[in-house]
C-alpha cells in the first residue's frame, strides 16, 4: 500500500507524523539506489515505487532528482554523529577522522558517497548538494579548532574551517585514487599530520600588508 502525504508543510509536519514516514521511505529508496546504481540511475518515479509512496508527492515535494538528492544529503549531515571534544586538538581531529573513515569505509555509505562525488563533477546542483553536506559537517567540528587556538595549542589566526578539512581530506583521496585499504591507521596519520601542520602554522591566515 502506497503511503500518501498530507497537505501539511514538511518543514513543519510534526516528528512521526505521515510526512516524516514519507521523507524517510523516499530518502533510503534514494540512498539504495544510488549505493547500488550511481546517480544516473535516479529516477523520481522509481524511487516513488522503491518508497511505496505516491510518484505525485515525490514531485511535489523534491521536484527533480538533485532536489531529492539535496534532502538526502542534509538527512545525513543532521543525523551524523556530533563533534568529539577530548580536550586536545590531536584528540579531537582523531575521532573527526575515524568518523570520516567508518562511513567511508561502509560499503554502502562508501558507495553512495562515490555516486554523489562523480555527479558533482557534472552536475552543478549535485556539487551544491555535496558542499551544502560539507558545509554543515566542517562547521560542526570548527569549535574543536577554535577552543585548541584558546588553550594555545595552535597559533592565532589559524584557519579552524581548513585545519578540519584536512583532517578528513586524505581518506577521501585514498578512497576515490586508490585500492588501498580505508583503515583506522589511515585516519590517524591523516589527523596526526592536519594537527601537526596546525600547530606550526601552516593554516594561519596571510595577513595583508
Known amino acids: 500500500m502506497e503511503l500518501a502525504e498530507t497537505e501539511a508543510d514538511p518543514r513543519t509536519a510534526r516528528p512521526g507524523g505521515r510526512t516524516a514516514r514519507v521523507r524517510t521511505a523516499v530518502l533510503r529508496a534514494a540512498a539504495d539506489v544510488l549505493a547500488e546504481q550511481g546517480f544516473a540511475h535516479l529516477d523520481l518515479a522509481d524511487i516513488a515505487r522503491r518508497a511505496e509512496v505516491g ?11 538533485t532536489g531529492l538528492v539535496t534532502d538526502l544529503l542534509l538527512d545525513m549531515a543532521q543525523q551524523s554523529q556530533p563533534r568529539t571534544e577530548t580536550g586536545s586538538l590531536l584528540g579531537d581531529l582523531r575521532a573527526n577522522a575515524a568518523l570520516a573513515q567508518r562511513t567511508l569505509s561502509d560499503p554502502r555509505q562508501g558507495a553512495l558517497f562515490k555516486a554523489v562525488i562523480a555527479a558533482a563533477t557534472c552536475d552543478p546542483k549535485a556539487a551544491e548538494a555535496l558542499y551544502g553536506f560539507y558545509t554543515t559537517r566542517v562547521e560542526e567540528w570548527v569549535p574543536c579548532v577554535e577552543q585548541a587556538a584558546a588553550r594555545g595549542e595552535v597559533p592565532e589566526g589559524t584557519d579552524p574551517h581548513e585545519v578540519i578539512r584536512a583532517a578528513s581530506a586524505p581518506l577521501y583521496y585514498r578512497l576515490l585514487t586508490t585500492a588501498l585499504p580505508l583503515d583506522g591507521a589511515a585516519a590517524d596519520r591523516a589527523a596526526t599530520a592536519a594537527a601537526v601542520a596546525a600547530r606550526a602554522g601552516a593554516y594561519v591566515h596571510e595577513r595583508e600588508a
Open 55 to 65: 510518484k505525485t508527492t515525490v514531485y511535489r515535494r523534491w521536484g527533480t532528482v
